[in-house]
């Protein structure tokens, strides 16, 4: 418990180096997750997946182990994810979740349970998804 004050560090977590999950090959503009186990990886269909950014750099970890590469994710931004043609984000989706469907793909729902949350939808435009 503080009884002064502290210099307390902090980063502006914009852009953050992402240890990448084992034989995950991460795709520049492609959609970033946070597997079960901490490591970053590509969206894909999939429960326990936590929504992280955007990809800024291709990098292939596809022969390394969990955290023996980092691929630099942007976050705090909305990105235009694609709009999934079997189970499409709709107009009754805007401010509510849309599912990761893969590693550009969103959805409008979880897939009957097969599919992780991936963020709030603040635009949809007839070529894709805004997601904040």
């Not at 590509?42 to 936590?50: D, M, V």
Request: hydrophobic share 35%.
């Amino acid at each position: 418990m503080l009884s002064g004050d502290r210099n307390t560090p902090y980063k502006d977590g914009q852009l953050v180096a992402v240890p990448l999950a084992a034989a995950a090959v991460a795709y520049a503009g492609g959609l970033a997750v946070i597997n079960a186990n901490g490591f970053g990886a590509p969206g894909s269909t999939a429960t326990g997946l936590a929504y992280f950014g955007r990809f800024e750099e291709h990098v292939d970890n596809s022969d390394g182990a969990n955290g023996d590469k980092h691929a630099l994710v942007r976050r705090g931004e909305a990105f235009k994810w694609e709009n999934s043609s079997g189970d499409p984000v709709t107009q009754a989706s805007l401010g509510r979740t849309c599912y990761i469907e893969d590693d550009e793909t969103v959805s409008g729902t979880d897939g009957s349970g097969t599919q992780s949350a991936c963020g709030t939808v603040i635009q949809i435009d007839e070529d894709g998804v805004w997601v904040a």
